[in-house]
C-alpha cells in the first residue's frame, strides 16, 4: 500500500527558475481559439525545435487542443501556428462534447499517444470529465480517436471527474498520474480534487490504484491538479498545480513514484509584480534539453493570458 507521506518542506532543493519571457496568447481569430492556452505541452521535434501543445476555448467555452513550434532559443519567436486543432470535442452525447484538454503526448515506437481530459456538461454538478486517448502514426500523421468512449472511465474508484493524466514508459510499464474528486458540493470549492495513480502494459487499458498518492492541503486548497513526473537517476519529481485562493505551483518528491512526500510551493518561482503571470501561475510541464531543465506554465486567469517559459539557474 502507498500513500502520500507527510508534507517536509525543508527537503526542497535550493533551486531558481529564471522566466524566459510570455511566449503565446491566441490572437482570438480562429474559431475553435478565440482565447486561453492552457496546460503547455512540450514535444522535442528536432535540434532546439519544439512543437508546444495547449487547451484552447472557442466561443461557446469548448476546448480544443492545438499547437505552435518555436526554437527554444528564441522562444518568442513562433514559427507555426496550428490553422485548425489538433483535437476538438467529441461526438454529441460523447464524454467529451463539450471539450477537449491535452493531459501529455507520449512517444510509443513510432506512434504518439495523446492523453487528454474530456468535458461532459452536468445539470447537478457542473461537469464530469474522464480521459481519452488519440494517436498519431508518426511525425505529420494526424491524431485520431482511439475510441469514442474514455480509456479512463468515471468508475468506484473515481466516481466523480477525472482530469489531466501525465503518463510515462519504464521498460514495458506505462505509469499514470491523474487527478479525480472525492466530492461534489454546494461550491467548487467543495470539490476536494486530489491526485491517484494507474499503470498499464499496453498504454490503454489501465490498473488503478485505490490509495491518494498526492492529498489537497483542506482547506488551505481544495483542489491540486496537473501533475508533470520527471524521473532523475534517483528520484521521481512531481509539479502540480495547487488551487486555494489563487493556483501556485508546487513540488513533490518520490523514490519509486508511488510513495510522494509534498515539498510545498516551488520556491523558485512565483507571480511576477505586474503583468500576465502577476495574479496566477498554474498548469506546469517540466523538461530537459541539451543539459538544461525547462518549465513551460500558464499565468493569469487559468491560462487567459497565455503561457511563458523559464529554465532552471544552475547553483
Known amino acids: 500500500m502507498f500513500a502520500t507521506e507527510v508534507e517536509n518542506r525543508d527537503t526542497q532543493p535550493a533551486h531558481s527558475w529564471r522566466k524566459l519571457g510570455h511566449v503565446y ?3 482570438g481569430k480562429l474559431e475553435w481559439s478565440k482565447s486561453h492556452a492552457a496546460n503547455p505541452i512540450a514535444e522535442h521535434i528536432k535540434n532546439d525545435l519544439f512543437r508546444i501543445y495547449f487547451s484552447s476555448r472557442d466561443a461557446q467555452n469548448r476546448s480544443h487542443i492545438g499547437s505552435i513550434v518555436i526554437d527554444l532559443m528564441q522562444p518568442q519567436n513562433i514559427l507555426e501556428e496550428a ?3 489538433v483535437l476538438g470535442p467529441g461526438a454529441l452525447g460523447m464524454f467529451d462534447d463539450c471539450g477537449a484538454s491535452i493531459g501529455c503526448v507520449l512517444p510509443v515506437g ?21 480521459i481519452g486517448l488519440a494517436i498519431s502514426d508518426g511525425e505529420g500523421q494526424p491524431f485520431k480517436r482511439y475510441s469514442t468512449f474514455p480509456i479512463v472511465p468515471l468508475s468506484e474508484e473515481d466516481p466523480f471527474t477525472i482530469s489531466y493524466p501525465w503518463v510515462s514508459i519504464e521498460g514495458n510499464l506505462f505509469r ?8 461534489w458540493g454546494p ?14 502494459t499496453d498504454g490503454i487499458n ?7 498518492i498526492v492529498d489537497a492541503d483542506y482547506p488551505v486548497e481544495y483542489a491540486i491538479c496537473k501533475p508533470c513526473v520527471v524521473k532523475d537517476e534517483n528520484d521521481y519529481w512531481m509539479w502540480f498545480c495547487s488551487r486555494g485562493e489563487r493556483y501556485r505551483i508546487h513540488m513533490a518528491r518520490s523514490g519509486d513514484g508511488k510513495t510522494w512526500t509534498r515539498l510545498g510551493q516551488d520556491k523558485g518561482i512565483d507571480v511576477s509584480p505586474t503583468g500576465w503571470d502577476s495574479d496566477m501561475i498554474e498548469y506546469p510541464c517540466v523538461f530537459d534539453h541539451k543539459g538544461k531543465r525547462y518549465l513551460l506554465y500558464c499565468g493569469s486567469d487559468y491560462g487567459q493570458t497565455g503561457f511563458g517559459l523559464a529554465v532552471l539557474d544552475p547553483n
Do not use: C
Open 206 to 212: 489501465w490498473q488503478r490504484h485505490k490509495e491518494i
Open 110 to 130: 513510432k506512434r504518439r499517444f495523446l492523453y487528454y481530459m474530456g468535458w461532459n456538461l452536468a445539470v447537478t454538478v457542473p461537469w464530469k470529465n474522464a
Open 187 to 200: 461550491v467548487k470549492a467543495d470539490m476536494q480534487h486530489v491526485l491517484k495513480y494507474a499503470q498499464s
Open 83 to 85: 490553422q485548425e486543432p
Open 25 to 27: 496568447q491566441p490572437s
Open 176 to 183: 499514470m498520474w491523474y487527478g479525480t474528486n472525492l466530492k
